[in-house]
């Protein structure tokens, strides 16, 4: 280094100054303002934030936000008296423990209880539960009848197997709190079985499965042969094959292995659509497990087609995380979110049914049932779970695993039926 040389040393911030940096918030780069403002009871650091476009913004949301948390009232915490007076109101007084009856319990100790830490609408539906399914049955019976036999009178009261479900879930609660404050040593739920119910929608399933088949044959024959429906006929193809409503949303082309080369296309289904903070791409399935599904030709064909209408309309794309690439994008370059994918569903059948719509219509999760009859009807139950993923009983999952013949051999029954389509 020459004598003329010098060297530039970024000085420090003083301590007390804070810190600023850039960051993500829902996917959109902001400043970020930040200073310590002491330290939480357990001895956390608790910090204020400020967000903006630009540093100056940033600071300044920070010192309003400051401002307003100097300003606003500040929660007292209970003093060790109050918390004994708390603990003493939901405590048993021991001596009378056998005079105290079970609907004089839950309305003047654990519903308050409850009310103080849950939500009006939640503590509406607990009363209304409380009120309907159970004090009817408890009236003047005392806590230490409080057993087996009257839970079980109280869940035999209800004729809707999804109500004696939230019945019982609501006696669990009642339980471990009685368990809590001392009122019953034992808990009598322990040789009660949780109550099972088939969903309503479930039972429908079995009713219309045929049906929809039938429907979802003949609307991809037609949207097959149109071609302002390339991205619904693509849509329905890749549901055809057992894909999650999210998995299909979050396909990047990197899911796609060996697209170029006939017969040995395969989808590596190994993430999903994220939205619960913004839109990111979630590195793994519903089930954290990694599925390999062989491709018929004319998904192939399809996705190949996509992929050269996408080169064409990437340019929006990049302003989303980790989605520069992503399978599905609109016109526009915008990524295709679940309310848009729905919107697409609805228009769909809306256009096939007409006026027979609502009596008709199916949920996309249908498409994964309508896939897993196709594949049962030639495919052992293991190479078809590994193909849906599904972990349900409904597929025996204690078969041995899926050979890459049996896969292909799936590959190509899903092939000939589609054959029938184009």
């Given at each position: 280094?020459?004598?003329?040389?010098?060297?530039?040393?970024?000085?420090?911030?003083?301590?007390?100054?804070?810190?600023?940096?850039?960051?993500?918030?829902?996917?959109?780069?902001?400043?970020?303002?930040?200073?310590?403002?002491?330290?939480?009871?357990?001895?956390?650091?608790?910090?204020?934030?400020?967000?903006?476009?630009?540093?100056?913004?940033?600071?300044?949301?920070?010192?309003?936000?400051?401002?307003?948390?100097?300003?606003?009232?500040?929660?007292?915490?209970?003093?060790?008296?109050?918390?004994?007076?708390?603990?003493?109101?939901?405590?048993?007084?021991?001596?009378?423990?056998?005079?105290?009856?079970?609907?004089?319990?839950?309305?003047?100790?654990?519903?308050?209880?409850?009310?103080?830490?849950?939500?009006?609408?939640?503590?509406?539906?607990?009363?209304?539960?409380?009120?309907?399914?159970?004090?009817?049955?408890?009236?003047?019976?005392?806590?230490?009848?409080?057993?087996?036999?009257?839970?079980?009178?109280?869940?035999?009261?209800?004729?809707?197997?999804?109500?004696?479900?939230?019945?019982?879930?609501?006696?669990?609660?009642?339980?471990?709190?009685?368990?809590?404050?001392?009122?019953?040593?034992?808990?009598?739920?322990?040789?009660?079985?949780?109550?099972?119910?088939?969903?309503?929608?479930?039972?429908?399933?079995?009713?219309?499965?045929?049906?929809?088949?039938?429907?979802?044959?003949?609307?991809?024959?037609?949207?097959?042969?149109?071609?302002?429906?390339?991205?619904?006929?693509?849509?329905?193809?890749?549901?055809?094959?057992?894909?999650?409503?999210?998995?299909?949303?979050?396909?990047?082309?990197?899911?796609?292995?060996?697209?170029?080369?006939?017969?040995?296309?395969?989808?590596?289904?190994?993430?999903?659509?994220?939205?619960?903070?913004?839109f990111r791409i979630k590195p793994t399935t519903k089930t954290s497990e990694i599925r390999t599904i062989y491709l018929p030709e004319d998904?192939?064909?399809?996705?190949?087609?996509?992929?050269?209408?996408?080169?064409?309309?990437?340019?929006?794309i990049e302003k989303y995380e980790n989605l520069e690439s992503l399978v599905f994008i609109d016109d526009t370059g915008e990524i295709i979110?679940?309310?848009?994918?729905?919107?697409?569903?609805?228009?769909?059948?809306?256009?096939?049914?007409?006026?027979?719509?609502?009596?008709?219509?199916?949920?996309?999760?249908?498409?994964?049932?309508?896939?897993?009859?196709?594949?049962?009807?030639?495919?052992?139950?293991?190479?078809?779970?590994?193909?849906?993923?599904?972990?349900?009983?409904?597929?025996?999952?204690?078969?041995?695993?899926?050979?890459?013949?049996?896969?292909?051999?799936?590959?190509?029954?899903?092939?000939?039926?589609?054959?029938?389509?184009?």
């Amino acid at each position: 280094m020459s004598q003329h040389d010098t060297i530039t040393i970024m000085a420090r911030r003083a301590y007390g100054t804070g810190s600023i940096y850039r960051t993500k918030v829902r996917g959109k780069e902001l400043w970020c303002a930040e200073k310590a403002a002491g330290k939480n009871p357990n001895g956390k650091r608790k910090k204020i934030r400020g967000f903006g476009e630009t540093q100056k913004e940033a600071k300044a949301n920070l010192e309003k936000n400051i401002v307003k948390k100097i300003t606003q009232p500040q929660t007292q915490q209970p003093t060790i008296q109050e918390l004994l007076q708390f603990f003493n109101n939901h405590q048993t007084d021991t001596n009378a423990i056998n005079n105290i009856t079970i609907k004089e319990i839950i309305e003047t100790k654990y519903l308050p209880y409850k009310e103080e830490r849950t939500q009006q609408k939640t503590n509406d539906n607990r009363q209304g539960i409380f009120k309907k399914h159970i004090l009817p049955y408890v009236n003047n019976t005392t806590i230490d009848n409080y057993n087996q036999e009257l839970i079980e009178k109280i869940l035999n009261k209800s004729t809707e197997p999804a109500t004696t479900k939230t019945i019982y879930s609501q006696i669990r609660a009642l339980t471990t709190y009685l368990i809590n404050y001392g009122y019953i040593a034992q808990n009598p739920l322990s040789q009660i079985p949780k109550p099972k119910y088939t969903p309503k929608n479930q039972t429908r399933n079995n009713t219309i499965i045929d049906t929809a088949t039938d429907d979802v044959r003949t609307i991809v024959k037609q949207y097959s042969q149109d071609k302002t429906k390339e991205t619904e006929t693509l849509l329905l193809l890749l549901l055809l094959m057992g894909l999650r409503r999210m998995e299909l949303l979050g396909l990047t082309w990197d899911c796609i292995l060996n697209i170029e080369k006939k017969g040995q296309a395969q989808l590596l289904v190994k993430q999903q659509l994220d939205d619960k903070k913004g839109f990111r791409i979630k590195p793994t399935t519903k089930t954290s497990e990694i599925r390999t599904i062989y491709l018929p030709e004319d998904i192939r064909h399809a996705l190949l087609k996509r992929k050269q209408q996408n080169r064409k309309i990437y340019n929006n794309i990049e302003k989303y995380e980790n989605l520069e690439s992503l399978v599905f994008i609109d016109d526009t370059g915008e990524i295709i979110t679940p309310n848009k994918l729905r919107g697409i569903w609805k228009r769909i059948w809306k256009e096939f049914y007409r006026e027979n719509y609502e009596s008709n219509k199916f949920t996309i999760h249908y498409m994964r049932h309508i896939a897993a009859n196709l594949l049962l009807q030639s495919q052992s139950p293991q190479t078809t779970q590994s193909i849906i993923g599904d972990k349900e009983a409904v597929l025996d999952k204690y078969y041995s695993h899926a050979s890459r013949k049996q896969q292909q051999e799936a590959a190509q029954q899903l092939q000939k039926w589609l054959t029938t389509l184009f």
